[in-house]
């Protein structure tokens, strides 16, 4: 790997704080009713947070207003475009912390895990991956549907990119803020194409959009074991087949993106080392920047 990007880890491995300020970045779209549960959950459960982004969907319940009256101190804005990937990408785009963590609203995201993942950065982690399918992980939630889809996807994701992420469409991960240029995430204030379409990245496709640049960064990635609860109130907004095939697309449009940043000759030596690093033993999920 080059010399340059190994300094450039290196210095910002030097400068992180053992004792990370945490900002929680909920997108919400009408979880009024699930706030009301998961914020106060969420402040018992890390009482030291640095901020609560909460980014709305244009919620038609009381969504806002909900998380203002509970949380007095919480950052709430409104997206400009649709999707939870454009939600998210408001979100980051306020962040001043130095972790970041993706917790939804719904109630599925068990606060008290916020310790582990935090414990994976500072451990040296770039990303903390939550997952469901690793060693203590688990989920209420997934249908045989679901999960088969996802084991497919973590096949393709896994051959593209020389990986090992058991659970690629898991939304509740986090990672160092230092590292959000990596992710290149489309200006998320610039209002969406007149006909509706969605821009890429900005639907649910966005866990792997950042799943695939922290790998083709070669970022340092870990996985956190998770459970993943029910929903508290309401129903998804995933479409698993037509979000499948999104994040499908995703992959394939995300390799040519890495082949493009000459991020390929790394990958392809990546899989070698991650292989070494699997027989090793070692926990780290991949160490693509060898
Ligand atoms: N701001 C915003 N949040 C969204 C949007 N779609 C989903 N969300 C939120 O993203 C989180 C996960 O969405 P959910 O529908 O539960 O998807 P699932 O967990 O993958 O089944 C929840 O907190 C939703 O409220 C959106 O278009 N905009
Ligand atoms: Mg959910």
């Not at 649709?82 to 609203?105: P, Q, S």
């Not at 939630?141 to 889809?149: E, K, N, Q």
């Not at 160092?176 to 990596?182: E, G, I, K, S």
Request: overall charge neutral; charged content about 25%.
């Amino acid at each position: 790997m080059h010399h340059q990007s190994h300094e450039r880890a290196a210095a910002q491995h030097a400068q992180r704080p053992d004792r990370p300020r945490i900002s929680v970045v909920v997108p919400t779209l009408n979880e009024a009713r699930n706030l009301e549960v998961v914020l106060p959950e969420l402040l018992q459960a890390v009482p030291d947070l640095h901020e609560v982004i909460v980014v709305d969907g244009g919620s038609s319940d009381d969504t806002l207003e909900t998380a203002r009256r509970l949380l007095p101190d919480a950052v709430t804005c409104t997206q400009v475009r649709r999707g939870k990937g454009n939600a998210l990408a408001t979100g980051f785009a306020r962040v001043t912390g130095d972790v970041v963590v993706m917790f939804d609203a719904d109630g599925s995201a068990d606060p008290a895990e916020i310790p582990a993942f935090v414990a994976a950065l500072t451990a040296g982690a770039d990303f903390a991956k939550g997952s469901r399918f690793t060693e203590g992980g688990g989920s209420a939630d997934i249908t045989a549907v679901r999960r088969a889809g996802n084991e497919f996807l973590n096949t393709v994701m896994n051959r593209g990119f020389g990986t090992r992420f058991s659970d690629l469409c898991y939304g509740y991960n986090a990672f160092w803020a230092d590292q959000l240029p990596v992710l290149d995430l489309p200006e998320h204030e610039r209002p969406g194409p007149a006909d509706g379409t969605m821009l890429w990245g900005d639907g649910f496709e966005i866990e792997t959009v950042i799943n695939c640049r922290f790998a083709a960064a070669g970022v340092r990635i870990t996985e956190v074991p998770s459970v993943e609860r029910l929903r508290i109130f309401g129903s998804s907004n995933l479409h698993a087949v037509k979000d499948g095939m999104r994040v499908l697309r995703t992959i394939r449009t995300e390799r040519a993106r890495a082949r493009r940043s000459g991020h390929l000759d790394r990958l392809s030596r990546t899989v070698l080392s991650g292989q070494a690093v699997r027989r090793s033993g070692s926990d780290d999920l991949s160490r693509l920047a060898s």
